[in-house]
């Protein structure tokens, strides 16, 4: 092979290879990101005299760097979400809990949980739906 070959081969090698570098480059900092295995919950029918129904929404930290959440916030005293106040390692998992108190409630319902944490500005938002009944 003669050496204008040579160079040019390996020149688009380097080209092509480009890509890839840059982009191990830009994940060598670390960004966590949180992967919620679901982001909906339905209660079903919950008779109205309850105190409460719970559920958990599990995640994820599918990202390279330690995953924090700086809060959970409801939109209405009525739901009450809970959540992992240490750092989530990256592969590691944890949950949200989220109370609803059907007390005042008839009918359907549909309430959201913004939770934010250092993955994103945007928070992740969970819902839980149901039907509360009469006693």
Known sequence: MNLKKFLTIALAVTIL???????????????????????????????????????????????????????TTAECGCTRPSYPKNPIAPGKSGKIKVNFIPKGYLGGFTKSVKVRSNASSKPKVLKITGTVNPN
Do not use: R, S
């Open 17 to 71: 290879a480009l890509p890839a570098v840059a982009k191990k480059k830009k994940n060598e900092g670390g960004k966590p990101m949180i992967t919620f295995t679901e982001q909906t919950h339905d209660f079903g029918i919950i008779p109205q005299d309850k105190n409460f129904v719970t559920t958990e929404f599990e995640f994820t930290n599918t990202g390279n760097a330690p995953l924090v959440i700086y809060d």
